[in-house]
């Protein structure tokens, strides 16, 4: 179904340039630089408004080296959240240990955006919904890198971005969401009280994490990158339907 790309906003002079409709290339994210108040990777006094939570106490050596398949250099501190949630050393955890794992670094995200991150990032050889040393390592990077974008284009540091600040971030990390489909986004998050829609990290997240599935899904089929592709009834309800179960 033809969707012509609608005309990206005014480039910043300070940002690189972005493809449009979305890049190419596209990695899951950038890795976007420190933030100036971030410091080294575990350190530095975090921002208010974030809900950060306090390092996890050192983790009980495991009975079997069941974590063998976490990436070369992944950071002990990553290793050592998930063992710490893996309570029976199985090598795999659920939505509940998961939200339990990020929240020592990150905070405590609502149960649709980690389903969202499961069904996104999860091995698809896997018939149920669990997360694996690799899987969760690849969450906790991509986390990292979308947070420094929130933290970028939250300039006034009270933990939530507006709409403006919004298509801003996601056009950073490379993707030219048409106004139209930010309007639908943003009303997602509107809770009827008739102020300007603002997110918090969560709720950043967990609608980047839905324009990035969908852009990456349609991009299975769009080959040449013009921003146009004809699918079946089928295909666009497979493409579709997971992230309203996600909900």
């Not at 992944?74 to 929240?103: C, K, W």
């Amino acid at each position: 179904m033809p969707n012509k790309p609608s005309t990206p906003p005014a480039p910043d002079p300070v940002e690189p340039r972005v493809a449009h409709p979305y890049q190419p290339p596209s990695p899951y994210a950038p890795i976007a630089p420190p933030h100036p108040h971030s410091g080294s990777f575990g350190s530095g006094s975090p921002p208010q408004g974030y809900g950060y939570y306090q390092p996890p106490p050192p983790p009980q050596p495991p009975t079997a080296n069941v974590y063998s398949s976490f990436p070369p250099g992944t950071h002990p501190e990553v290793i050592r959240s998930f063992q710490m949630v893996d309570r029976n050393q199985n090598g795999y955890i659920e939505e509940r240990e998961l939200q339990e794992a990020l929240a020592w670094n990150y905070q405590r995200f609502s149960p649709s955006t980690l389903r969202l991150l499961i069904f996104l990032f999860r091995d698809p050889r896997e018939s149920s919904s669990i997360i694996g040393p690799k899987e969760f390592a690849a969450i906790w990077s991509c986390l990292g890198q979308w947070r420094a974008i929130f933290e970028r284009f939250d300039r006034d540091r009270s933990g939530k971005i507006d709409a403006m600040e919004l298509r801003d971030a996601l056009h950073s990390l490379g993707y030219a969401v048409p106004p139209s489909v930010l309007q639908i986004l943003i009303s997602r998050y509107d809770d009827g009280s008739r102020r300007p829609v603002e997110l918090s990290f969560d709720s950043f997240i967990e609608g980047g994490m839905i324009v990035k599935g969908l852009t990456e899904k349609f991009k299975e089929k769009d080959k040449r990158y013009t921003g146009s592709a004809t699918l079946t009834y089928e295909t666009f309800m497979c493409m579709i339907i997971p992230f309203l179960v996600a909900d």
